[in-house]
């Protein structure tokens, strides 16, 4: 067979991502599936050949965006007499493929997040004739086992997807619907994504699941052993070299397991974050929405994992306004903030989702009042947030660098509590004695230690402490 890809002339892609670190995960898949095919990475739409929007479904705004943006794209295709292909990935493809060829003939192709694998066929067929354009159906066959067993890192951080799908069915929400039902890889996959990504130089992977401590993977080959869990999973991959940090989000109380826990407290590698949703305080509002846990269970389970980790940075969900929610209930929400102290949150007004049983519920909370409950919550959710970043001032962390920071002579990394830390290299002399950018490509992917100066809502500022004075 002759090699035409020499003479072929490149054809760009450009993939817009929405929703949640799986659909992120996703997009970077997508383009590991399109580089053998000639399809390089375009920094925007306008220097594209391919268009991937990579949807979500989440709430209504979400799926809103995915019809605007395919309204500009639709124009920018005409513009080019029709030299556009335009793709729609993810859980709105999965949810409403067919409304959207109806809305926007401009489509070239939908496909749901099971179907990522057939792109390249997809965009033949699409390329060839119109029609015959939609992929949506829930393979059997495991997407994950047709994806491309390499990955191409892009820095010193990289997620890694061990779970996909949820089985919860919580009222208010239509992953179980868009994501299918829970599914998890083996761990010989995972290790050897892993391994791939430590030898790229990736120092810090983030475990990604619709429910990541759901995760129940087909253990090692040859091991005879069950099905293994999260915490196994984290001690078996905290003993790959270069793998010095391990996360996983976004998991489920429910799925809190001893082990899981002890594992904060007992494998370096673990960080001390842990993003665990309970999306009200009131275990009335819990139990319409299925949760399957009520207010107290959270607690206990905080207390267990501050037990097992005593300076963990707490992370989680918020829904204002399901359907019946009262005055009291929402106060017990609050309280439930107050006890936690978080620090970061995230928090959502309900937003009725056509198919999901909330959606039908009586006692629909008027929009003013979701608006006044979610300011209410963020203030103090924004007020936490702050003091827990303030409470780092002074305090000498270490920093998995990524990057160039804000502004010259400073670079940008991540604290172990997930905190975007900015900070200067004038301290260490080997900035002065070296050529600064070739010092800064050095230190990306290196931890350092940065003393803290200062703090705000989204970001800590510090130095570089220089590497002997570390050491005393
Ligand atoms: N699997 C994760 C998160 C799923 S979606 C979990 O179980 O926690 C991320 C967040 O979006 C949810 O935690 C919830 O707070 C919010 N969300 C989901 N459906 C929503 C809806 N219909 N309206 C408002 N917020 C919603
Ligand atoms: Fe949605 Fe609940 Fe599943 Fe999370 S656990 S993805 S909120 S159904
Ligand atoms: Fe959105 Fe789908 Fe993720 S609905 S939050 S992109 S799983």
Same mark, same amino acid.
């Given at each position: 067979?002759?090699?035409?890809?020499?003479?072929?002339?490149?054809?760009?892609?450009?993939?817009?991502?929405?929703?949640?670190?799986?659909?992120?995960?996703?997009?970077?898949?997508?383009?590991?599936?399109?580089?053998?095919?000639?399809?390089?990475?375009?920094?925007?739409?306008?220097?594209?050949?391919?268009?991937?929007?990579?949807?979500?479904?989440?709430? !209504?705004?979400?799926?809103?965006?995915?019809?605007?943006?395919?309204?500009?794209?639709?124009?920018?295709?005409?513009? @080019?007499?029709?030299?556009?292909?335009?793709?729609?990935?993810?859980?709105?493809?999965?949810?409403?493929?067919?409304?959207?060829?109806?809305?926007?003939?401009?489509?070239?192709?939908?496909?749901?997040? =099971?179907?990522?694998?057939?792109?390249? %066929?997809?965009?033949? @067929?699409?390329?060839?004739?119109?029609?015959? +354009?939609? !992929?949506?159906?829930?393979?059997?066959? %495991?997407?994950? &086992?047709?994806?491309?067993?390499?990955?191409?890192?892009?820095?010193?951080?990289?997620?890694?997807?061990?779970?996909?799908?949820?089985?919860?069915?919580?009222?208010?929400?239509?992953?179980?619907?868009?994501?299918?039902?829970?599914?998890?890889?083996?761990?010989?996959?995972?290790?050897?994504?892993?391994?791939?990504?430590?030898?790229?130089?990736?120092?810090?992977?983030?475990?990604?699941?619709?429910?990541?401590?759901?995760?129940?993977?087909?253990?090692?080959?040859?091991?005879? %052993?069950?099905?293994?869990?999260?915490?196994?999973?984290?001690?078996?991959? /905290?003993?790959?070299?270069?793998?010095?940090?391990?996360?996983?989000?976004?998991?489920?109380?429910?799925?809190?397991?001893?082990? #899981?826990?002890?594992?904060?407290?007992?494998?370096?590698?673990?960080?001390?974050?842990?993003?665990?949703?309970?999306?009200?305080?009131?275990?009335?509002?819990?139990?319409?929405?299925?949760?399957?846990?009520?207010?107290?269970?959270?607690?206990?389970?905080?207390?267990?994992?501050?037990? /097992? @980790?005593?300076?963990?940075? #707490?992370?989680?969900?918020?829904?204002?306004?399901?359907?019946?929610?009262?005055?009291?209930?929402?106060?017990?929400?609050?309280?439930?903030?107050?006890?936690?102290?978080?620090?970061?949150?995230?928090?959502?007004?309900?937003?009725? +989702?056509?198919?999901?049983?909330?959606?039908?519920?009586?006692?629909?909370?008027? !929009?003013?009042?979701?608006?006044?409950?979610? =300011? *209410?919550? *963020?203030? #103090?959710?924004? !007020?936490?947030?702050?003091?827990?970043?303030?409470?780092?001032?002074?305090?000498?962390?270490?920093?998995?660098?990524?990057?160039?920071?804000?502004?010259?002579?400073?670079?940008?990394?991540?604290?172990?509590?997930?905190?975007?830390?900015?900070?200067?290299?004038?301290?260490?002399?080997?900035?002065? &004695?070296?050529?600064?950018?070739?010092?800064? +490509?050095?230190?990306?992917?290196?931890?350092?230690?940065? +003393?803290?100066?200062?703090?705000?809502?989204?970001?800590?500022?510090?130095?570089?402490?220089?590497?002997?004075?570390?050491?005393?």
């Amino acid at each position: 067979m002759t090699d035409t890809s020499a003479s072929r002339p490149a054809k760009r892609v450009f993939i817009k991502t929405y929703g949640c670190q799986m659909n992120v995960y996703d997009s970077e898949r997508m383009r590991d599936v399109l580089r053998p095919i000639g399809y390089a990475p375009a920094d925007s739409a306008d220097e594209a050949d391919l268009v991937i929007l990579n949807t979500c479904h989440i709430r !209504e705004k979400a799926t809103e965006k995915v019809y605007s943006e395919l309204g500009q794209l639709k124009l920018m295709k005409q513009e @080019r007499g029709g030299d556009l292909t335009i793709a729609v990935a993810g859980c709105v493809a999965q949810a409403e493929g067919a409304e959207i060829m109806r809305r926007q003939p401009a489509v070239d192709l939908v496909l749901g997040p =099971q179907a990522y694998h057939k792109l390249p %066929e997809m965009i033949a @067929r699409a390329s060839r004739a119109k029609g015959d +354009r939609l !992929e949506t159906e829930f393979e059997t066959l %495991e997407k994950f &086992d047709a994806l491309p067993k390499t990955r191409e890192a892009d820095g010193p951080s990289a997620f890694l997807s061990v779970q996909e799908g949820c089985d919860k069915f919580c009222t208010f929400c239509v992953v179980p619907y868009t994501r299918g039902a829970e599914l998890s890889r083996s761990v010989d996959d995972i290790t050897a994504e892993a391994r791939s990504l430590a030898a790229q130089g990736v120092r810090e992977i983030t475990l990604l699941g619709q429910n990541v401590n759901a995760f129940h993977g087909a253990a090692p080959a040859l091991s005879n %052993e069950a099905d293994w869990t999260l915490g196994q999973l984290v001690r078996h991959l /905290a003993k790959i070299g270069g793998i010095e940090r391990i996360r996983y989000t976004t998991s489920h109380p429910r799925d809190m397991d001893d082990d #899981l826990i002890a594992a904060h407290g007992d494998t370096a590698a673990m960080m001390p974050f842990l993003h665990l949703p309970v999306q009200s305080g009131s275990d009335r509002i819990l139990r319409a929405m299925n949760r399957g846990h009520t207010a107290e269970d959270y607690r206990e389970i905080i207390r267990k994992v501050r037990a /097992a @980790r005593p300076d963990i940075a #707490l992370a989680s969900d918020f829904i204002v306004g399901f359907p019946g929610e009262t005055h009291a209930d929402f106060e017990a929400t609050m309280q439930l903030v107050r006890d936690v102290n978080y620090a970061i949150a995230y928090s959502f007004k309900y937003s009725a +989702r056509p198919g999901t049983p909330a959606a039908d519920m009586a006692g629909q909370v008027p !929009e003013q009042v979701k608006d006044a409950r979610l =300011q *209410q919550l *963020q203030q #103090l959710l924004r !007020e936490q947030q702050a003091a827990f970043n303030r409470s780092k001032i002074g305090q000498t962390v270490p920093v998995l660098v990524t990057g160039r920071g804000r502004n010259p002579g400073q670079a940008h990394g991540r604290s172990p509590w997930l905190q975007a830390v900015h900070f200067d290299l004038s301290g260490d002399h080997r900035a002065h &004695d070296r050529d600064p950018d070739a010092f800064l +490509r050095d230190l990306v992917g290196q931890i350092v230690d940065v +003393r803290v100066i200062d703090a705000s809502l989204n970001s800590l500022t510090g130095e570089l402490v220089p590497v002997r004075e570390a050491a005393l």
